[in-house]
């Protein structure tokens, strides 16, 4: 997978640059000290990652990602915690808090890699073909899957896709994350954040920023999280999910 490293910081750069070096399904062709100097290179050449700086001095990083081609996947890096959040509203696979670890570094590649894969599928003929009661019957790798609600860990929207991520499979297919969501059982799903829709049966704990699915962490968005909090905790779901 070919990557390119975007910071105005030469010692980041020069951090992220040893990290990519140690995996050998990364291709570094470039890195650059500005999104500008990037958005030139990117109008002549493909890349299908991007380690971008959340704040650098001219277009920050939030800006650019906007502008990207969807065909690139971005992580962003930030010395600030506060920023991480945002990445998610911008499509972002991940986020690393700077200075970079090692451990922390091999997740997100290893997330990116993961759907690099998916997203270069042939996805044209997946789509939600029908939402019953309590399943979903959805098109994808050229076969209808029936998808019990109860099986949906969590939904995900990643581009022009969204991701139905089950204890044993990640099922994408082609439809807006806001559609799929006006159509999904409200009592059950809640949104969180503007790339993710959890199924509130499978939350094992929570804290102000973080919803955690078995080893997944997910994050509230601010437009999303009274609305999370008024549904999830004020009016007790937890307490009836876990009913049976």
Excluded: W
Excluded at 52 to 58: E, K
Excluded at 151 to 174: C, M, Q, R, S, W
């Amino acid at each position: 997978m070919t990557c390119i490293i975007v910071d105005d910081e030469p010692l980041a750069r020069e951090a992220i640059q040893l990290l990519v070096a140690k995996r050998k399904d990364l291709q570094l062709v470039e890195n650059f000290s500005s999104a500008n100097a990037a958005s030139r290179f990117l109008d002549e050449h493909t890349i299908d990652l991007i380690f971008l700086d959340v704040q650098m001095p001219g277009t920050n990083g939030m800006d650019f990602a906007k502008t990207i081609s969807k065909k690139t996947l971005v992580i962003f890096t930030t010395a600030f915690s506060e920023f991480a959040l945002n990445s998610y509203e911008v499509d972002a696979i991940d986020y690393l808090i700077k200075p970079v670890q090692l451990d922390r570094f091999e997740k997100a590649v290893d997330k990116a890699l993961t759907y690099h894969k998916l997203l270069t599928v042939d996805h044209s003929g997946s789509n939600i073909e029908s939402i019953e009661d309590d399943y979903v019957f959805v098109k994808a790798d050229r076969k209808t899957f029936k998808i019990s609600f109860k099986e949906i860990l969590f939904v995900e929207g990643l581009k022009d896709y969204v991701i139905l991520h089950t204890p044993d499979n990640k099922i994408i297919t082609a439809m807006n994350i806001k559609t799929i969501h006006e159509q999904l059982p409200h009592k059950l799903f809640v949104r969180t954040s503007k790339s993710y829709i959890i199924n509130i049966k499978h939350v094992s704990s929570f804290d102000n920023n973080t919803v955690y699915i078995q080893k997944n962490e997910i994050p509230i968005g601010n437009v999303y999280r009274s609305h999370f909090f008024d549904q999830f905790v004020s009016k007790k779901i937890l307490g009836r999910g876990n009913q049976s």
